[in-house]
């Protein structure tokens, strides 16, 4: 067991690639039992800096010290050695489907050698039992891992992190995925971890999950410290600590109630057993659907966009029946679609070729584009890629950079500019914030605030506040139906957001 | 800077400072192997540079080139064609067949050839695309089934002129001269016609695969499917039309391979596969490309075929040929893998 009075610290760390300094002399500490926030935009450092903890990378010069003794780390298994674990922002690798759930409880353990040679599934379960006890987890031991939701998946994996005893857990991101209740969840365990003077290092872009959990901000913009917050947080003066400016809300436009929805829906059932919705949306307007995971949002937007077909009822556009039976025919009349998790949906591996900045934009504008005979248009596509880098500020090495290469932020805004590389009628996002910084989320939305009119915009997000951020009007979904219609207006944001939550929380309890 | 992710998200990209030497060698690497060895072989034997013997390397490569275009279109899309070298055996089979025992003339056998191996292909991608059977597995199973099915109509026996068959009656026909004329002739008596089939059909899939946008929207389709569906491409029928075209350019390398021997073969195939697929994966490193590539695909069998020409005129024995190929893919793999760490 190790003492109780560890203080976990960074002294002067400076880690550069090439010629660009990413961490410079960032110094912090925390106390056991303390929940410090890393706050800070994309490229800021954090990540470096995780790394640089986990034992992932070295640092270029400092230190780390564990109650004032510096330690190396020079692997992540070295860092757990020394009591630093560091659950990854990546929900795919925090554990194996294939094993049960027990067996990824004791994962450390038994790919660390450090169990009995004869390992029977009663000692697992037994084992396991007394992990899971400890981090309260009510959960089916022997089920396989792979059953698991992404929100009990990070449970299991930060559950892990607890049976080795460690001085620090270091939380990537790690509400990214998770809904509101989820969330909840999530902080109820670090509250356990806390109790046990566990000292926790928090990443997240959620000021609502910062607010309700962490001790102490640390701000970090160009790979400096540039502030540290106590409670009770000012989380206003954070933010603008961390991206340098202000960020005012971006400016509504008018009431638009005289606008005719050009999209509307009748008694669709997005499931045999689901509500029915009716909806119209209106042209020039951002709609944004907010609810918990499951809820129906994404389901919504692959109707709409030709995934997949509704079970019962009709959607009319711009008064003519629309019912798409693939996403190439809804492109063709003007309904684009990005989905969720920009890897997963919109970009190709970076030695595909076309996977570069400009072909990305351009792969569905092929045909548009394309000079006769069918040769790709790779002028226009340059210039479109161009005008989009200038437009979004897409920070880059140019037109024919590799994704892979730019921050979370900027690839957002390639995949906001793939679908606005022509014009739509009805543009549907499916979680466009994701993983965006708070600079980079502002320029989306103003991007999206400065469309043709003419042209809707429905966002699916299960974050509130990003809803409150780009919404002219909120629907919150839960069960594959729409249980609240909201247009937001000058009211305190705050206690909106606080209103809005709860609704979205009890959309999971009932 | 340090937020970055590779595509799948694990990988840390490091911007340390490569050698600009070691850049230069890995996006050049192949091209200049192939000059070194060239220049190395016209050093100790002056006969390696007449024209002769270097056309005779490209005449010897050209079907396994064509082999390994259609893998590289298979492997563009995202898929897998193991059942290449059986489609050209196939091929072979159905030529000999068509004019020996049917008495067919040229036009109607390349015809059916080609016919054939676009059926093969229309096979795979019933098995891979409706029936999603894993690619590796399908064409694996493809590879059995053609392979076995080749051997049927002759008993299981090489198709000549005069052969008999199981109930007495023997094969009158002969291979058409028109037919092998496309094995066999010279153009100004100098350039071999498989090796100008292989110019054009390597030309015109080179624009097909770099610059039309179909091309794009195969390697989308390779690259991330999901993601090329939700961009509007036809997945599907890229991906069966990929299965069909690596057919069709297998049953054309077929065609040739017939009209350059003149029988029907059993043996013939043998190892067709593997070097097609060696060509098709040394072309990953040529130009430093970590993908299929039309141009790719060629150098790497043509550096195959330097490889084995200048060394068989060396006179290393013949039994040395797959140890010297595996060690050109592994080394070029090798090159093209390591310098992106």
């Known amino acids: ?103 990824n409880l004791l994962l450390d353990d038994i790919c660390g050698g450090r169990v009995p040679i004869v390992l029977t599934p009663a000692r697992i379960l037994e084992r396991a039992a007394r992990i899971a006890e400890t981090a309260q987890l009510d959960l089916d031991l022997p089920a396989p891992f792979s059953t698991l939701s992404l929100a009990n998946r990070q449970l299991v994996a930060i559950a892990r992190a607890f049976s080795g005893r460690p001085h620090m857990v270091i939380l990537d991101e790690p509400t990214a995925s998770l809904s509101a209740v989820e969330s909840q969840k999530l902080f109820t365990l670090i509250d356990k971890l806390k109790q046990r003077g566990i000292a ?59 606008a005719r929805a050009s999209l509307e829906l009748h008694g669709i059932r997005l499931r045999v057993e689901a509500p029915l919705i009716n909806l119209a949306i209106i042209p020039g307007e951002i709609t944004v659907v907010t609810g918990p995971l499951g809820a129906g949002k994404t389901s919504l937007l692959e109707m709409l966009f030709g995934v997949r077909q509704p079970f019962a009822g009709t959607v009319t556009f711009s008064d003519a029946p629309w019912r798409p039976s693939s996403p190439a025919r809804a492109i063709e009349h003007g309904v684009f679609m990005a989905g969720e998790d920009r890897w997963r949906t919109s970009f190709a591996p970076s030695s595909t070729l076309g996977s570069d900045l400009a072909g990305t934009i351009a792969l569905p504008h092929l045909r548009a584009w394309a000079r006769p005979f069918g040769f790709v248009g790779r002028s226009t596509e340059l210039a479109a890629a161009r005008g989009a880098i200038g437009r979004l500020a897409i920070v880059c090495r140019g037109p024919r950079d590799r994704l892979d290469h730019l921050s979370g932020g900027n690839q957002q805004k390639v995949v906001l500019a793939r679908w606005q590389a022509r014009p739509s009628r009805l543009l549907l996002l499916d979680e466009p914030f994701h993983g ?24 699916a997000t299960s974050d509130v506040e990003e809803a409150m951020e780009a919404a002219d009007r909120i629907l919150i979904m839960r069960e594959h139906g729409i249980v609240a219609d909201h247009r937001t207006g000058q009211e305190n944001l705050l206690a909106r957001l606080a209103s809005l939550e709860t609704l979205a929380a009890g959309a999971v309890g009932a | 800077m340090s937020e970055i992710m590779s595509p799948t998200g694990t990988r840390q990209h490091s911007n340390r400072a490569r050698l600009p030497l070691l850049a230069i060698a890995g996006r050049s690497g192949i091209f200049l192997t192939l000059i070194g060895l060239i220049a190395l072989f016209a050093i100790i034997q002056p006969l390696f540079l007449r024209a002769a013997n270097l056309l005779g390397i490209l005449e010897a490569v050209s079907v396994t080139a064509l082999l390994g275009l259609g893998i590289t279109v298979s492997l563009a899309v995202g898929g897998f064609d193991l059942s290449v070298g059986s489609t050209a055996a196939m091929s072979v089979m159905t030529a000999a067949y068509a004019q020996v025992v049917w008495g067919w003339g040229a036009v109607p056998t390349v015809f059916l050839v080609l016919c054939v191996g676009a059926l093969i ?175 790719g695909t060629v150098v790497g069998a043509i550096l195959v075929g330097v490889l084995l020409n200048g060394l068989t005129m060396l006179n290393a024995p013949y039994y040395t040929q797959d140890f010297i190929k595996g060690a050109v893919l592994v080394g070029s793999l090798a090159l093209t893998y390591r310098l992106h760490r």
């Open chain 1, 1 to 103: 067991m190790h003492p109780i009075s560890t203080v976990v610290a960074a002294r002067n760390i400076t880690k550069s690639f090439g010629s660009s300094l990413v961490l410079d002399g960032v110094s912090i500490a925390v106390d056991p039992g303390e929940v410090v926030a890393l706050m800070g935009a994309n490229g800021a450092g954090k990540s470096t800096l995780v790394k640089i903890l986990a034992g992932v990378q070295p640092p270029d010069r400092g230190t780390v010290e564990i109650a004032g003794r510096p330690v190396r780390l020079s692997t992540p298994a070295a860092a757990r050695g020394v009591g630093i674990v560091s659950v990854h922002q990546q929900v795919a690798d925090t554990g194996i489907g294939a094993l049960s759930i027990a067996e």
């Open chain 1, 200 to 258: 926790v290092l928090f990443i997240s872009h959620k000021l609502a999950d910062l607010r309700r959990i962490a001790d102490r901000a640390i701000v970090l913009r160009h790979g400096r410290i540039v502030g540290e917050f106590a409670r009770p947080l000012d989380l206003g003066a954070a933010t603008t600590a961390m991206i340098g400016r202000q960020v005012d809300a971006a400016p509504r436009r008018g009431p638009t109630q005289s």
């Open chain 1, 436 to 459: 965006v910084d708070l600079g980079a989320r502002h320029d989306l939305i103003e991007a999206l605030r400065k469309m043709d009119p003419s042209a809707a915009v429905l966002i």
């Open chain 2, 121 to 295: 292909g229309l096979f795979n991608s019933l098995l891979i695309v409706v029936l999603r059977v894993p690619d590796l597995l399908a064409t694996l199973g493809t590879l059995f089934l053609v392979g076995g099915l080749q051997l049927i109509p002759s008993g299981g026996n090489s198709i000549a002129t005069g052969m008999t068959f199981a109930d007495g009656s023997t094969a009158n026909g002969i291979f058409s001269p028109a037919f092998l004329v496309l094995g066999r002739s010279r153009l100004w008596g100098l350039v071999p016609l498989p090796v100008i089939v292989l110019g054009f059909v390597a030309l015109v899939l080179w624009v097909f695969m770099e610059r039309l946008r179909w091309g794009r929207l195969i390697y989308a389709v390779g690259g991330n499917e999901l993601a090329a569906h939700l961009a509007g491409a036809p997945t599907v029928r890229l991906r069966s039309f990929a299965y069909v075209l690596s057919g069709l350019l297998a049953s054309l390398g077929g065609v040739l391979l017939a009209a350059r021997v003149g029988r029907g073969d059993i043996m013939t195939g043998g190892s067709l596969l593997q070097d097609g697929f060696a060509s098709a994966l040394i072309g990953f490193a040529v130009l430093n490309l970590r993908r299929p590539n039309v141009l």
